[in-house]
């Protein structure tokens, strides 16, 4: 099993910065992605950024110059640098990986427990 543990997540005011951490742990062989995904009150989960293991990113629109994900591959931790905060990135963060607990077992989805950001205007 792969456990995700987020920190980082606190209140803010608009305009300001939050970085966010995830930690994966457990039986681990290869994590080839990590997100991050976020919910919003009322909304469904959406994904905000996403990275590979070869370090290639990719955003969602509504993030894109404000937000840089980046991986520590030799520590298995992922992170999320939040900047220009607004509003609405208000939203219950979660961490997202795609892992093998051994080189011959198929890959699958883990989830952390959530980290709440609140972005206060």
């Known amino acids: 099993q792969v456990q995700l543990v987020e920190s980082g997540g606190g209140l803010v005011q608009a305009g300001g910065s939050l970085r966010l951490s995830c930690a994966a742990s457990?039986?681990?062989?290869?994590?080839?992605?990590m997100a991050w995904y976020r919910q919003a009150p009322g909304n469904q989960r959406e994904l905000a950024a996403i990275?590979?293991?070869?370090?290639?990113?990719n955003y969602a629109d509504s993030v894109k110059g404000r937000f840089t994900i980046s991986r520590d591959n030799a520590k298995n931790t992922v992170h999320l640098q939040m900047s220009s905060l607004k509003s609405e990135d208000t939203a219950i963060y979660y961490c997202?990986?795609?892992?093998?607990?051994?080189?011959?077992?198929?890959?699958?989805?883990?989830w952390g427990q959530g980290t709440q950001v609140t972005v206060s205007s």
């Open positions: 457990g039986s681990i062989a290869d994590i080839p992605t």
């Open positions: 997202y990986a795609l892992a093998r607990t051994a080189y011959y077992n198929p890959l699958n989805e883990y």
């Open positions: 990275i590979t293991g070869g370090d290639s990113t």
